[in-house]
């Protein structure tokens, strides 16, 4: 519940779908316990809101700041995100994104929150551990990067993030492209970038929990050739309705440069008054057309390391194929 006495009322924004109880019991006295605590926390049940209001009723024992807004109907997590963030108030000064099954440390938007006095969206970084609590990283190593840099590759974690209210106004309704790569946290990020700017901060401010039920896990940056075609197989079934070869091109073009393609004309739209900025991303996501501009931004982004070497392949394949499919 709202605290008017106090200054920098927010609203944290959780997905749940079939959560592990004990991490998500963990997750939620995690942001109970934060130092700053003028805030409500909208719990979107992506399914079965009876068990998981239950749930949280007995684990914060009627703290009146958590409110959970389940719903029967299944949407996944881009959906579920999208939909909690419809019931944010208008009251709200900030927004912050949450998984049901990390940890968030005290402070942590206490450090995050102050950002916003100069950007759209400040994030942080995170310790890589298991459930079991087996550090796999001692950070998750986010960096600042161009936004033609982070169009090609996120650096933004939402549940590391918290953004502006005003920013929500740009934001929905999210983009649709029938992808894997359709993500609420990239485009959260890319939106930030064009507003006021979206800052990474070098500060550890929670746990990133590594398990098998992981929607989106920490990427890896290994390349396996077989693994990679049985992948495009078993996407082109899900999202083209094939698996032949030109359902497999059709996932290849959207996998990147489709979906950094959608983004780029929905920011368009969505930011008419930031045609500057913007002009050089419409380049990178024109097809068949600026390949110089391209080839330096896919270079120039590889080199620096803000994008994987495979990740600049998939989107120049994508770029590649773009005119012949469209």
């Not at 749940?16 to 109880?21: H, L, R, S, V």
């Not at 029938?178 to 006021?196: M, R, V, Y």
């Not at 996407?235 to 393609?261: D, P």
């Not at 080839?295 to 998939?314: C, E, R, Y």
């Amino acid at each position: 519940m709202k605290d008017p006495a106090q200054k920098g009322f927010g609203v944290i924004a959780l997905a749940a779908y079939k959560p592990d109880w004990e991490l998500f019991r963990r997750q939620l006295q995690s942001i109970r316990d934060q130092s700053h605590h003028n805030f409500t926390c909208l719990i979107s049940a992506d399914g079965g809101h009876d068990e998981i209001r239950a749930f949280v009723d007995e684990t914060l024992k009627g703290d009146t700041r958590f409110e959970v807004i389940g719903f029967q109907e299944r949407l996944g997590f881009y959906g579920n995100f999208e939909r909690v963030l419809e019931h944010v108030p208008a009251d709200a000064e900030w927004i912050a994104l949450s998984d049901q099954d990390d940890y968030w440390y005290p402070d942590k938007l206490e450090t995050l929150l102050p950002c916003l006095s100069k950007y759209s969206l400040a994030s942080g970084q995170a310790r890589v551990v298991t459930s079991k609590g087996t550090v796999l990283a001692e950070s998750t190593k986010r960096c600042n990067v161009p936004s033609s840099h982070l169009l090609l590759d996120n650096q933004i974690t939402g549940g590391l993030s918290v953004f502006r209210r005003e920013l929500l106004d740009s934001v929905l309704p999210f983009p649709r492209l029938s992808n894997p790569s359709e993500n609420h946290d990239h485009w959260i990020g890319l939106c930030a970038a064009i507003a006021n700017g979206a800052y990474i901060a070098d500060k550890i401010v929670q746990d990133y929990i590594q398990h098998g039920g992981n929607v989106l896990g920490e990427p890896g940056r290994r390349f396996n050739l077989s693994q990679s075609i049985d992948n495009l197989r078993r996407m082109g079934l899900k999202y083209e309705g094939a698996g032949n070869l030109a359902a497999l091109l059709r996932v290849t073009m959207n996998i990147k440069f489709g979906w950094s393609r959608c983004m780029v004309l929905e920011l368009r739209n969505r930011f008419p008054h930031h045609m500057e900025t913007l002009e050089p991303l419409l380049e990178i996501v024109a097809p068949g057309r600026y390949w110089f501009r391209k080839l330096a931004v896919l270079g120039s982004a590889v080199t620096s390391k803000h994008v994987s070497l495979p990740s600049a392949m998939t989107f120049a394949a994508g770029a590649a194929l773009a005119p012949v499919l469209h």
